[in-house]
């Protein structure tokens, strides 16, 4: 029933305006899945690569879609995805590319699904998945690769751990974004958004701190429940590897000195989530700040794991971290993406299912988030790339799906 009969592929826009990857899948029953392919700014050195899109959708439509029409089930998700691997050929999807392969995937799951009657979250989970939601982390402040002459710091992030449900906490972080903008106009802080949508104002990261931990406080005293701060340091965009300095404007941080200043900031603000607070290649460090401070903090890996069961295995091993971050196109395929789940869980980590700053409208992740219990999922707070995200996961807590 589930037997693919076509792959489109084709160019479409995301939302920085550049072109990415969209697939159609369609079954033999008629079945219909479309997905697209995200893209980072502040990307990983392990990261599966993303080719041009052209070039990655001329590769895929001669190597890939022979292999699944006609051949595999797209209800077989894992047959798909190593149909996917087999046509590449490669470790890291260069063949292909990782922006075909993940639209694909992602294509063929709604297919199934679709051919199914049953939604994504609970194809891809399984009716014994729990019925646990994640908390949503909502960039409100932002800088880095995804906003020049702004914070540091790339992200600033609402966490809302003490919301009692997914449509409150999505709320609650668009009010604590709303907030900021107003503290910035009582400023005089002219501000535009970066790419993510977060306010990306020209000023230093204390300042930041500071507006962000007096917005959270306000709406959380509105809401009645508990919003955290989280960051994505984004650390390797910092990190001079030729003078071995962490480089914040005029600052220069050694890499000891980078794990003493986020630990003081994880005190200082009490911090309920940080990721990437050291380089990529540093798990020594990322596991000297896990002994101090992660039993009061989640430390997420994003460029030191890459959704890599290997980057992740060895961190389980040295202690580095107890969070991954989990973004499908950094691996290629769901498939994958569900196993650096499943090896995080088994061995105590959490999982942070999370967009890149390039999006479109698809509501993947959402899905996926749902599907594996993952007790956090990134995704903005503003812009239609952003809500739409949100608003679906708003739907699957509804059943409205
Ligand atoms: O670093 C990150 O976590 C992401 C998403 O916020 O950014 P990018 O997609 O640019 O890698
Ligand atoms: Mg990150």
Redesign the pocket.
């Known amino acids: 029933m589930t037997l693919i009969r076509s792959v489109s592929l084709r160019r479409v826009l995301d939302s920085r305006g550049n072109s990415t990857v969209e697939a159609d899948v369609l079954t033999e029953s008629g079945g219909f899945g479309r997905a697209a392919a995200p893209s980072?700014?502040?990307?990983g050195e392990y990261e599966a690569i993303e080719l041009p899109t052209g070039e990655a959708i001329a590769a895929a439509r001669q190597h890939a879609v022979p292999r699944l029409i006609g051949e595999v089930h797209a209800g077989n998700q894992r047959d798909v995805d190593a149909a996917l691997h087999a046509a590449d050929g490669t470790d890291d999807f260069s063949e292909i590319g990782a922006n075909s392969a993940v639209a694909i995937s992602m294509a063929a799951a709604k297919a199934g699904a679709d051919v199914l009657g049953a939604p994504l979250y609970q194809h891809l989970g399984g009716t014994f998945r729990g019925d646990n939601f994640p908390i949503p982390l909502g960039?409100v402040v932002g800088g880095g690769?995804?906003a020049k002459e702004a914070t540091h710091i790339?992200?600033f992030l609402a966490a809302p751990v003490g919301a009692p449900s997914v449509s409150e906490a999505v709320f609650a972080n668009a009010a604590v974004h709303d907030r900021i903008g107003a503290l910035l106009d009582e400023r005089g802080i002219a501000a535009g958004k970066g790419d993510?949508g977060a306010w990306a104002p020209p000023i230093d990261d204390a300042t930041a701190f500071e507006l962000v931990a007096e917005a959270t406080d306000d709406v959380a005293d509105d809401v009645g429940f508990d919003i955290g701060i989280g960051l994505?340091v984004?650390a390797s965009e910092l990190y001079d590897a030729d003078d071995e300095v962490y480089r914040y404007g005029d600052v220069e941080r050694t890499p000891a000195e980078q794990v003493d200043y986020i630990a003081d900031l994880v005190s200082e603000y009490d911090l309920a989530y940080v990721?990437d607070p050291v380089e990529e290649n540093d798990f020594d460090g990322f596991a000297d700040l896990t002994a101090r401070v992660g039993d009061r903090t989640v430390l997420c890996g994003?460029d030191l794991f890459v959704t890599n069961v290997d980057r992740l295995q060895r961190g389980i091993d040295e202690g580095a971290g107890n969070a991954i971050?989990v973004k499908p196109n950094q691996i290629g395929t769901l498939s994958d993406a569900v196993d650096a789940v499943e090896l995080a869980t088994r061995n105590g980590l959490q999982a942070v299912v999370?967009?890149?700053?390039?999006e479109t409208e698809d509501a993947t992740i959402a899905h996926l988030a749902v599907a594996t219990d993952a007790p956090f999922i990134?995704t903005g707070t503003v812009g239609g790339e952003r809500t739409a995200k949100l608003n679906e996961l708003i739907r699957i807590a509804e059943d409205a799906v």
């Open positions: 980072g700014a502040s990307t960039n690769e995804h790339q992200e993510e994505d984004a990721e994003d971050l999370s967009h890149r700053s390039g990134k």
